[in-house]
């Protein structure tokens, strides 16, 4: 995927990064880390400058952050409830009251949670689907987002550029933060459930 990637980018420059940020924010298993740090050497190299690599990645961002919105507001608190109520809820264990929960949650905490998240791997892109799920509002959604993307792709062109043909012992530094986000991430996953069906035994118990 890298040799891919470096040659899309070196065939069709910013709106190469523009569409391959767009595409890793739709599917997160494509790494920013590579485009964005190689986007930092290329600025050595060829006519690309840093702050157009910034732009453009940005712009990016913004382009796959309004599709998972968009995807996320498709499923609203009646659709999901509607499912919660049948099968999968079931094997889920989950209710529609749960989720109103989360909703609530969501509503009263969502401009942080999407401005601190826009810059934590892995979690940065899916961020926008319970964004567009809370109906959070769309300019403040993008304002955050905006302003988180812009952190992010900013420190990893310019240590890119700063790192010049050693640009990907930057990448690998950031897989490994990415490897550790994902391990801290289920490990809470795993917590959150058991506290979870630990105070719902509970509560049976009590009736």
């Keep these: 995927m890298k040799d891919w990637i470096i040659e899309f ?3 069709f420059g910013y709106l190469g990064i523009t569409f391959l940020i767009a595409l890793e924010n739709v599917f997160p298993p494509i790494p920013s880390e590579i485009i964005l740090t190689f986007g930092g050497f290329m600025t050595t190299y060829t006519s690309l400058t840093a702050q157009g690599v910034i732009l453009f990645s940005t712009i990016g961002s913004l382009l ?4 998972l919105y968009g995807a ?6 009646d659709r999901l409830g509607k499912i919660l109520d049948g099968r999968i809820g079931k094997i ?4 529609r009251e749960d989720v109103s929960k989360a909703y609530n949650w969501f509503n009263s905490k969502g401009k942080v949670t999407v401005l601190i998240c826009r810059c934590i791997p892995v979690i940065r892109s899916l961020i926008s689907i319970p964004a567009g799920m809370a109906n959070m509002n769309i300019w403040s959604f993008f304002l955050l987002t905006t302003i988180g993307s812009l952190v992010w792709n900013t420190v990893l062109v310019l ?5 010049s043909n050693s640009w990907e012992s930057i990448v690998d530094k950031t897989d490994t933060l990415t490897h550790i986000t994902v391990i801290v991430l289920g490990v809470l996953f795993i917590l959150c459930a058991a506290f979870y069906f630990y105070k719902k035994s509970k509560k049976k118990e009590k009736e």
Excluded at 72 to 77: D, H, P, R, S
Excluded at 92 to 95: E, F, I, N, Y
């Design 9 to 11: 980018m070196n065939q």
């Design 64 to 67: 796959g952050a309004a599709i």
């Design 72 to 77: 996320g507001n498709l499923l609203t608190m």
């Design 92 to 95: 889920l264990r989950l209710k």
């Design 159 to 163: 240590l890119g550029k700063a790192a």
